[in-house]
């Protein structure tokens, strides 16, 4: 009886075990088959932020104006150089959300310039970052700043004339990353993606957040020893799927790794085993409940039935091998036998299993869709994302180059100007000027004013390419001074004996006042002295140009200033002042506060622009105080040399 009850229950057992390793086969492949295709385009994305932040550092790298001032800087301490990289790497962090932190090393790892102002001046000499970004550019360097954030940094060196100046380093947040591996995690229960590196001793080191470990990042590791681990096998450049793999938490998982040459990171796309063949589940307990009614219904009939129910067993038979096959809709011809209701009912039964494994399959079916339409709309954002990265790139290179052919634009445009206009002005005044002092023979007066027309327009046209010419070579940090020690006194007095017959054509008062010093008459000054005349002579004509008629006073001055000790020079007129509301643009180039007035005197709107670039060539400073109605005092102040004594009133 047992040996006839267990041959009878052997199709349904066998039945339930075959429907239940296919179906974990088909979910496990399945299941496998999203991981990899989740973690190649995690794979793919990651290489992407990667190439981006390369990509970033190369463009910050090769700014040529920053390695020449942090040369500069290296070499003389100029504090406008380290003011202009100071300026540069401020304005590229407000265009770039994601960088934390810039700063900008010299070759003996002291920061020079840094957007966190207490990081300048620190040493880095000793640290990973500089060490290695002296070498090349490099994007791999993960670490915790001060508030224990995980960040990247992106080193590289600045090379000027096949020499290193410098290192670059940017420091990033792991919000891109962080995005990339968070997005799975959301439309699963248990299943994750997570980024290791390689630590020190070769363990692996969690990268990014773990879904059971938030503060896993930068802490959790992973003992190289245990290659039963989906992060060790990572790491070792195995490219594999794991079926029975343990995770950090001890769990049985299905994972694929990935390795990502270059960056040397590892990436882990996981489940739970539990959670992906969860379906099955349902599929095991209604074998189970199936196979024990079928034991109940066999027991019963072979009791009281014994060989009658011969063919309806073979019936049966049939019927679970075309199951078996995964026939779930097979019908077949009715069950045959004498007691109608007992063989009846288990047919009915039969039936329901029959239907409820073909409702289970069409439900693992549907879910089975369902997660593969999710992966691949999460494939189309990843991979529109990846679009948008690659025509912002594009976007910036072309910006890039409208840059470069801009500057050769200017370059050639100041070329031009030296050759094609400075050159024909140079005989015309010389010749006009022996025409006026009857070198070339007497002219009549009508001629002599013709030719002092001709004269003053060549001498201001000269003068308006002379000034553009400066203002480019300031603008291009390329004018060049000659300091030399130079007498206060005499370069006011030179400017003032210069104006006086202007001034007096005008019936301007033209004075100076100089203080006298302790010991001698002298106030020395360290400067480029054609430079400083430049200065003196664009106010002093200014003060003119806007000074009443007749009424008009102007006073030129020079003393110590007894604050910083340099000397102060300052230029002052009861002229007609400057407005408030203009008072903020007067130091910008062909800004001029009163055009009506400009028309009847001339000008460019370049010589205050100028004035400003000399003074501050020179380390000095400039401003000014100006009463609309009342007039205006110009003031500038100069480093003054070590040989110039102390000033008092005399």
């Known amino acids: ?65 920053l390695k020449i001032e942090l040369d500069k800087f290296n070499t003389s301490q100029d504090t406008k150089s380290q003011e202009f990289i100071n300026n540069l790497i401020l304005q590229v962090k407000s265009q770039i959300p994601s960088i934390k932190d810039i700063s900008v090393l010299n070759t003996e790892g002291t920061v020079v310039a840094s957007t966190v102002k207490d990081e300048i001046g620190t040493d880095h000499a000793n640290d990973e970052f500089f060490l290695r970004g002296t070498k090349s550019n490099d994007v791999s360097i993960f670490f915790k700043d001060t508030n224990s954030v995980a960040s990247l940094y992106l080193v590289g060196p600045l090379v000027l004339n096949g020499k290193i100046v410098g290192v670059a380093a940017i420091t990033s947040d ?43 990042v930068l802490n959790t590791r992973i003992p190289k020893e245990e290659l039963n ?15 029975d793999a343990i995770d950090y938490r001890g769990r049985t998982v299905l994972a694929v790794t990935r390795y990502i040459e270059g960056a040397d990171l590892g990436l882990v796309v996981k489940i739970d085993r539990e959670e992906a063949t969860g379906p099955l589940e349902n599929l095991k307990y209604l074998t189970i409940v199936s196979t024990a009614l079928g034991g109940v219904a066999i027991i019963s009939t072979s009791l009281y039935l014994g060989k009658s129910l011969s063919l309806p067993v073979r019936q049966l038979r049939d019927k679970v091998k075309e199951i078996s096959k995964g026939n779930f809709d097979v019908v077949g011809a009715p069950i045959v036998s004498k007691w109608d209701d007992e063989v009846g009912e288990l047919a009915i039964h039969f039936d329901e299993m029959r239907k409820n494994m073909k409702s289970m399959k069409e439900n693992l079916q549907h879910l089975v869709q369902e997660k593969t339409k999710e992966l691949q709309a999460a494939n189309t954002r990843l991979e529109s994302t990846n679009m948008s990265l690659q025509s912002l790139n594009k976007v910036l290179e072309e910006q890039k180059e409208q840059l470069h052919e801009a500057d050769a634009i200017k370059e050639e445009f100041s070329a031009m100007v030296t050759h094609e206009l400075r050159t024909p002005l140079v005989p015309v005044i010389g010749y006009t000027e022996l025409l006026l002092d009857g070198t ?14 001709i004269n003053t327009s060549a001498s201001s046209l000269l003068q308006l390419i002379s000034d553009l010419l400066d203002a480019r070579k300031l603008e291009l940090g390329k004018m060049k001074l000659e300091k030399r020690e130079a007498s206060a006194k005499e370069l006011v007095e030179h400017c003032v004996n210069a104006f006086k017959p202007l001034a007096q054509a005008k019936g301007i008062h033209l004075t100076t006042k100089v203080e006298q010093e302790q010991f001698n008459d002298r106030l020395m000054i360290i400067s480029d002295a054609k430079r400083m005349r430049q200065v003196l002579d664009n106010l002093v004509n200014n003060a003119i140009k806007f000074s009443p008629a007749n009424v008009g006073k102007i006073e030129v001055s020079v003393k110590k200033e007894d604050i910083r000790g340099g000397m102060l020079f300052a230029v002052k007129d009861n002229g007609t002042g400057i407005p408030k509301n203009k008072q903020h643009n007067i130091f910008q180039k062909f800004y001029q506060a009163d055009t009506s007035t400009t028309r009847n005197a001339g000008g460019t709107g370049l010589g205050l622009a100028i004035s400003k670039g000399i003074i501050e060539a020179h380390d000095g400073r400039i401003w000014f105080e100006s009463e609309p109605g009342v007039g205006s005092t110009f003031f500038f102040s100069i480093p003054a040399s070590l040989n110039s004594s102390v000033a008092i009133t005399g």
């Open 174 to 216: 792991l919000s891109s990353v962080y995005s990339i591996t968070s997005a799975f995690s959301k439309s699963s229960a248990t299943g994750e993606s997570y980024l290791l590196l390689r630590d020190q001793n070769g363990d692996a080191l969690v990268l990014t957040p773990l879904r059971f470990e938030p503060d896993s």
């Open 440 to 453: 070339l023979g007497s002219l009549t007066e009508k001629q002599r004013e013709t030719v002092k027309v």
């Open 1 to 65: 009886m047992v040996v006839f009850l267990l041959i009878s229950l052997s199709p349904v057992i066998i039945l339930g075990v075959i429907n239940y390793g296919n179906a974990e086969r088909q979910i496990t492949s399945e299941t496998v088959s999203k991981l990899n295709s989740l973690a190649n385009i995690e794979e793919d994305a990651t290489k992407v932020v990667l190439q981006n932040s390369l990509e970033r550092l190369e463009s910050f790298t090769t700014r040529l104006q």
């Open 229 to 243: 681990r989906p992060a060790t096998q990572a790491l070792l450049g195995n490219e594999i799927t794991m079926t």
